[in-house]
């Protein structure tokens, strides 16, 4: 009888890969394979599981949803989407509306329409950044390894580097719809931009007339220690998207909207049939809750910070640095051996993502406990260790889906106790997307 994992490969499409491991159960951060083996999950279904797996407050929202209300569309009200969007909008601290998708890149897609209202067409993105997959989002995206092939993209898109104010200030002008940015880059390897560089974003959109756009997929819902992360630094954008962790592992996204801006996708403009699914809400409300009521946010500081400071500590010649900040991190290596060491880490009894070839990413649930921090920072030795030799041969053929830029990713920049910097490889220069 075929495997899990040889089933995988003989029936989904291979857009993927095939997978190593398949997974089978979960509770809190640790998850079980088909073989009954541990692990500590510490990418947390990429920044997805907030709450880790099989979470009780998860499990009894939704199994309370499911057996009273599933699914009504947008045809009518439900209480889950409403007060899920009351929540969001008192957690940012400001009066606007919510549009609820499916995932990020919807999130993402919902912004970019919403943008159009404006009347006009020029958006302004960020080399390296990360908005999704389809095609709006896609043409967002800065990462030509993964846009090119499906070109022509949507859009009137420059995109410039990141963390660079002046190249900003050249690209945005009266005529751009929006910018839009990360407030870390995850997906090109945990990069931070320079202290400051959100408000000059702010600024500068402002000057213009532009909305500014925060994607906050991967960094919002606590994962960095705040509820979104651009509250650490003061600003307040125009646009923000979620998802990932909102649903703790259920499938939504919102794009939330203040202002002016909050009113420019009017009656038909735009929609979604699974959109503020009331399941994946309550899942939500749960996540959100659960995470206030356990004081999850200084938590997840206090984890990072053990994490950072561990693996800073090991003073391993593979390790340049780490970057991020709360549960995002990104440890840099001098080598762009990070296949190998995740191969070595998931032997350890590990997962991380080698989100870059010089990058490991750890995105773990927001109740990873100091034990699982301090038995991951254990192992991680032995584990570069067993990369050590690759850096001296040829670089790993295995690499992720992610790790499409290539290249080492030293670290640069200043550093806080909030957030360590970095800059990230130059991967390409600066590209104008044209219009389909």
């Not at 809190?28 to 990418?43: P, Q, T």
């Not at 919510?98 to 990020?104: E, I, L, T």
């Not at 846009?147 to 963390?163: A, C, I, K, M």
């Not at 994946?280 to 984890?303: F, M, P």
Request: charge should be negative; proline fraction near 7%; charged fraction near 15%.
């Amino acid at each position: 009888m075929s495997t899990l994992v040889q089933r995988w490969g003989q029936s989904m499409m291979d857009n993927y890969g095939t997978p190593p491991l398949a997974l089978v159960a979960g509770s809190g951060a640790v998850v079980v394979d088909d073989a009954g083996r541990e692990y500590v999950d510490l990418l947390g279904g990429i920044a997805v599981n907030a709450l880790g797996h099989a979470h009780p407050a998860v499990v009894a929202a939704v199994s309370k949803q499911v057996a009273t209300l599933g699914h009504v569309s947008n045809l009518y009200v439900a209480e889950p989407p409403v007060a899920l969007a009351e929540l969001l909008l008192a957690l940012a601290g400001r009066p606007g509306r919510v549009f609820f998708a499916n995932s990020g890149a919807e999130a993402n897609e919902a912004a970019f329409k919403l943008s159009r209202r404006t009347g006009r067409s020029h958006v302004v993105a960020a080399v390296g950044g990360f908005h999704g997959r389809t095609m709006g989002a896609l043409a967002l995206t800065g990462q030509p390894a993964k846009t090119d092939p499906f070109r022509p993209l949507p859009g009137e898109v420059t995109h410039v580097d990141y963390g660079d104010v002046a190249a900003l200030e050249a690209a945005v002008t009266d005529a751009t719809a929006m910018v839009i940015l990360e407030p870390i880059q995850g997906e090109n390897g945990v990069v931070v931009p320079p202290a400051g560089y959100l408000t000059a974003a702010r600024r500068i959109t402002t000057r213009h007339g532009a909305l500014l756009v925060l994607d906050e997929v991967q960094t919002g819902v606590g994962r960095t220690g705040h509820w979104f992360t651009h509250q650490a630094e003061g600003v307040e954008p125009d646009v923000v998207t979620l998802a990932k962790g909102l649903g703790g592992g259920l499938p939504i996204g919102a794009c939330l909207a203040f202002g002016p801006a909050a009113d420019l996708l009017g009656p038909g403009s735009h929609g979604t049939t699974f959109g503020g699914n009331p399941v994946s809400c309550a899942a939500a409300l749960a996540v959100v809750s659960t995470i206030a009521q356990e004081g999850l946010l200084d938590h997840v500081k206090r984890v990072g910070e053990r994490l950072r400071r561990g693996v800073e500590a090991l003073g391993h010649p593979l390790i340049a640095g780490v970057r991020g900040a709360g549960l995002l991190l990104g440890v840099v290596l001098t080598a762009p051996v990070a296949a190998v060491a995740t191969e070595a880490l998931r032997e350890a009894g590990f997962l991380v993502n080698p989100v870059q070839p010089g990058v490991l990413r750890l995105a773990p649930p927001l109740i990873l406990t100091a034990e699982q921090a301090d038995a991951f920072l254990a192992a991680l030795p032995a584990a570069l260790d067993a990369a050590s030799p690759a850096a001296a041969g040829t670089a790993p053929s295995g690499t992720s889906v992610g790790a499409d830029l290539g290249g080492k990713a030293p670290l640069q920049g200043p550093k806080s106790s909030r957030i360590s910097t970095g800059t990230p490889t130059p991967t390409t220069a600066t590209a104008t997307g044209t219009s389909a």
